[in-house]
Every structure is written in C-alpha cells, then in structure tokens.
C-alpha cells in the first residue's frame, strides 16, 4: 500500500508560502513558476491558509479574477 511519506518522499520536501495580503495573481505566478498546485498561507510564521490553482479555476465570475489574467488586459 502507498502512503502518504511514500508520495512525498518522491515529491519533496521543498513547501512554498505566501502572505494573505499577496494578490491572486502573484499566488498563481508563484505556484506556475514552481510547478506546483498550492501554497500554503502564512502570516507572522503561523498557518493561515492554503490556496489552490482550483480556487481560481472555478471562479467563473471573469469581473472576479486578477486584472492582469484576462485576456483584454494583456
């Protein structure tokens, strides 16, 4: 049986993080340019969050979405 130490023992160890007053669009170029799905949120060293790509994915509000991803702001 796979467990969890087996899948990360062949991810990494390696935990990116990000401040809550970051913007959307840093957390997705952050996450893009690691080549990874989430970021763990951090305020003053303590846990405050977890954000995913799917938080963005499934905005289907285009108003909602960071300027700088739609497409007319280019």
Do not use: C, W
């Amino acid at each position: 049986m796979t467990t969890v130490k087996h899948v990360l023992d062949q991810k990494g160890h390696d935990v990116h993080f990000i401040h809550p007053d970051a913007s959307v669009f840093d957390a997705l170029k952050l996450m893009a340019e690691n080549n990874i799905g989430s970021l763990v949120v951090l305020e003053d060293g303590k846990l405050v969050g977890v954000i995913t790509e799917r938080h963005y994915a499934r905005e289907r509000d285009p108003e909602k979405r960071p300027r700088s991803s739609r497409p007319a702001d280019r």
